[in-house]
């Protein structure tokens, strides 16, 4: 069950004011070709063509590969935390919607074969899809019933050919793309050289249904790790942490993939800006709601810094692909914080082995969303050492501004790796995973929005 929790905002406008950088340096444009596309038979043939996948007795762990020091231990002197919510509401009744079980262990049929199993779905019009690192399932959105699954991540490329179709590698997204009623979903390929990403893009609204498929080679020593995608009106936005020989950290990724050709079924190609060394873990912006960007609107990428915000924008050409620009950062202070540590930091009940924080990048997704007044805005969390600290940007495309921030953080147990979006009435929902010596690890979810909202939103929202 889940509640909703209210707690106080942090003003961040009243404290901070905007500055930006006065060099805005930009990499040189790459454009990768596909390396094949073709549509594929609806996904139940495919299932039927795929081979049964060989189950380990337990699951592969994978290593998440970090992009600077691979800290295990806060610092003693952490930063004191000015956005901290000290002041914790009493639970307030909700309204259970329709809660669905997804794929856990034997659930289904299901068997997990990695960790960490990089879970994530999306809601469609009349389904829900989960994909849990090797397997995905699809669900009634009405009923909860299972559709279809669990199914192998490289069945999608059954008959394809390559490593897409050879290889069930994970670290999958899926996603709904809500303007065209489409489903993409996208896993690499790394078992085998080159390494790729292979990306299915569906042909209808029914998940169950045929996909246009993709393969697009980042080459045999660009490593692409850690992919994230976000829906915009001229494209499909991914950001990569790019390691040599899947080795050394050479800088974040920020590209476009030609979303009209993918949704037609034509040959795509994907624009890329590739980043120096100290830019990491960018994520792409993620429409939500009914009112798309303005036509032409770049797509905004964001990380986080020293005690700062890091903005960028993404203007994509992909007729004259040097025409493209991506530019910034846009630097926005934020409350001082101490990053959370990256590997083996969080505590659990009964064992002295302790959970990874990946405490040095955002975490999924930079939600964005238009309001009928105009008011353009991202959400956007990352775990630091006294909880999980969240943001709303405004104006993103004009004169970007933190217009509140928060550390969510009402006890002792530790939160971290949330993810967070806004809804339609500017309310804001935060879900985490916790834990401590005394609670297991588990997911919550609470509302991080303001008690009583500024008379201001309340007229223009």
């Known amino acids: 069950m889940t509640v909703r929790f209210a707690a106080p905002f942090y003003l961040a406008a009243t404290l901070f004011v905007l500055f930006s950088v006065s060099a805005f340096a930009q990499s040189t444009v790459r454009v990768i070709r596909e390396e094949k596309h073709d549509v594929s038979a609806p996904l139940a043939e495919l299932d039927r063509m795929t081979p049964a996948q060989p189950h380990r007795f337990s699951p592969r762990i994978l290593k998440i590969l970090p992009t600077g020091p691979s800290t295990s231990l806060q610092p003693e002197s952490a930063m004191p935390d000015l956005a901290l919510q000290a002041t914790a509401l009493p639970p307030v009744a909700a309204n259970l919607g329709l809660n669905i079980d997804g794929l856990g262990q034997g659930q289904y049929g299901f068997l997990l074969e990695y960790s960490p199993p990089d879970t994530n779905g999306a809601v469609g019009a009349t389904q829900y899809v989960q994909w849990v690192n090797a397997e995905f399932a699809v669900f009634d959105k009405a009923t909860g019933a299972l559709v279809a699954g669990p199914t192998a991540g490289n069945a999608l490329w059954a008959g394809f050919g390559g490593g897409c179709e050879t290889n069930n590698d994970g670290d999958p997204i899926v996603q709904y793309d809500k303007m065209a009623d489409r489903w993409i979903l996208t896993q690499f390929s790394i078992t085998t050289l080159p390494y790729t990403q292979c990306v299915a893009v569906s042909t209808t609204s029914d998940a169950t249904g045929a996909y246009n498929r993709y393969a697009f080679s980042f080459g045999d ?3 692409a790790d850690y992919p994230k995608l976000g829906v915009w009106p001229d494209a499909y936005y991914m950001s990569f942490n790019l390691f040599l020989d899947g080795t050394s950290f050479i800088g974040a990724d920020a590209c476009a993939l030609d979303r009209n050709a993918m949704l037609a079924g034509n040959d795509a190609t994907i624009v890329c800006f590739q980043q120096p060394s100290s830019v990491a873990s960018l994520l792409p912006s993620d429409m939500d709601g009914t009112i798309p960007p303005a036509t ?5 990428f964001m990380n986080f810094g020293k005690n700062v915000l890091q903005l960028w924008t993404f203007h994509v050409d992909f007729t004259t692909p040097a025409n493209s620009t991506f530019t910034g950062p846009t630097v926005l202070p934020v409350a001082s914080f101490t990053p959370r540590c990256f590997r083996s930091c969080v505590a659990q009940p009964g064992t002295t082995q302790r959970l990874d924080a990946l405490g040095d990048r ?7 969303r238009q309001f009928p007044n105009g008011v353009e805005s991202l959400v956007f969390n990352h775990s630091i050492s006294t909880g999980v600290r969240w943001y709303e940007v405004r104006s993103p495309n004009g004169t970007p501004t933190v217009f509140q921030q ?5 006890n002792s147990n530790t939160r971290w790796m949330a993810s967070i979006a806004m809804d339609q009435s500017g309310d804001m929902a935060l879900g985490y995973s916790v834990s401590s ?11 991080v929005s303001p008690p009583t909202r ?8």
């Open 296 to 300: 032409g609107e770049p797509a905004f």
């Open 406 to 410: 928060g550390t969510f953080s009402p």
């Open 221 to 223: 020593i660009d490593f």
């Open 362 to 368: 955002p975490m999924y997704r930079l939600a964005y």
């Open 454 to 461: 500024p008379a201001a939103w309340k007229a223009n929202n």
């Open 437 to 447: 010596s005394s609670v297991y690890p588990s997911f919550t979810l609470r509302d």
